[in-house]
């Protein structure tokens, strides 16, 4: 796959697709997401207070991003 077809595959431009391949060091989570669908790939979180997922048959679980958020600011010093 070239840089095109996954920045149209991601609905993002090329410029941020190279710029990713080039170790950006912010990138907008979104964008970040959409790129790895894009690739069939997946995104695995895990830490303390953060509720695990488990497989299912629907590969596509919706996660309240700002529960974990808030239980890691709980347990972060």
């Excluded at 996954?6 to 989570?29: C, D």
């Excluded at 953060?50 to 890691?72: F, G, N, Y």
């Amino acid at each position: 796959m070239t840089q095109q077809e996954l920045a149209r595959a991601a609905a993002v431009g090329r410029q941020w697709i190279v710029a990713i391949e080039a170790g950006k060091p912010r990138a907008e989570l979104g964008k970040v997401l959409q790129t790895l669908a894009a690739l069939d790939l997946w995104l695995s979180i895990h830490g303390e207070g953060i509720p695990e997922v488990r497989e299912s048959e629907d590969p596509i679980e919706v996660i309240d991003l700002q529960a974990v958020l808030d239980a890691h600011r709980r347990t972060s010093p």
